[in-house]
T-cell receptor, first 117, second 115 residues
Framework: GAVVSQHPSWVICKSGTSVKIECRSLDFQATTMFWYRQFPKQSLMLMAT?????????EQGVEKDKFLINHASLTLSTLTVTSAHPEDSSFYICSARDGREGPYEQYFGPGTRLTVT | RKEVEQDPGPFNVPEGATVAFNCTYS??????FFWYRQDCRKEPKLLMS???SGNEDGRFTAQLNRASQYISLLIRDSKLSDSATYLCVVNRQGAGGTSYGKLTFGQGTILTVHP
């Protein structure tokens, strides 16, 4: 099946610093990538939708200037958490959609666990 | 009201038991339904899609009741390896295609199968 990787798998950073998370589709071209956040014992919440070559669209309540998304190619999207604070500590998961398949066929990356101290 | 609601559990069952999970969704225009499985500290993985006529995959049976906006998952002959969080997932509907491909996840139902 399709494979999506994320890097890093976990990161600890100090408050005020920025962290970049990469999401790559390894064996298919991802026309669309989605970024989710999951707090402990809660469900995945969609943060933003990233389309290759265009600006990301953000869900209500997600600050676009804080969570910078770049979908530079059909196999790579990055999420940068700028000026991270402890409340940004969460599990960040990306998913990628293969444009040749149905709209809801998504392949999830293994996630990145961010801890801000 | 949440868009997708599930009983969070936890469900603790012995091996071999049959267990059923329920889920309700609020948007009557939703068209696509799924059950995902998520292991602790891992990404969610698609377990099965849910079709209007109901569908089965081995020990797993999914059913959809559009009139009641209700989805269910039945697991027969539970195995220790079935222990996980089960997520009910529904496609998001929106005007003008703005929600194309977007999914809404329930909070999940925790299942623990014990020897």
């Amino acid at each position: 099946g399709a494979v999506v990787s994320q890097h890093p798998s976990w990161v600890i950073c100090k408050s005020g610093t920025s962290v970049k998370i990469e999401c790559r589709s390894l064996d298919f071209q991802a026309t669309t990538m989605f970024w989710y956040r999951q707090f402990p014992k809660q469900s995945l919440m969609l943060m933003a939708t990233s389309n290759e070559g265009s600006k990301a669209t953000y869900e209500q309540g997600v600050e676009k200037d804080k969570f910078l998304i770049n979908h530079a190619s059909l196999t790579l999207s990055t999420l940068t958490v700028t000026s991270a604070h402890p409340e940004d500590s969460s599990f960040y998961i990306c998913s990628a959609r293969d444009g040749r398949e149905g709209p809801y066929e998504q392949y999830f990356g293994p996630g990145t666990r961010l801890t801000v101290t | 009201r949440k868009e997708v609601e599930q009983d969070p559990g936890p469900f603790n069952v012995p091996e071999g038991a049959t267990v059923a999970f329920n889920c309700t969704y609020s948007n009557s225009a939703s068209q696509s339904f799924f059950w995902y499985r998520q292991d602790c500290r891992k990404e969610p993985k698609l377990l099965m899609s849910v079709y209007s006529s109901g569908n089965e995959d081995g020990r797993f049976t999914a059913q959809l009741n559009r009139a009641s906006q209700y989805i269910s998952l039945l697991i027969r002959d539970s195995k220790l390896s079935d222990s996980a969080t089960y997520l009910c997932v529904v496609n998001r509907q929106g005007a003008g295609g703005t929600s194309y491909g977007k999914l809404t996840f329930g909070q999940g139902t925790i299942l623990t199968v014990h020897p």
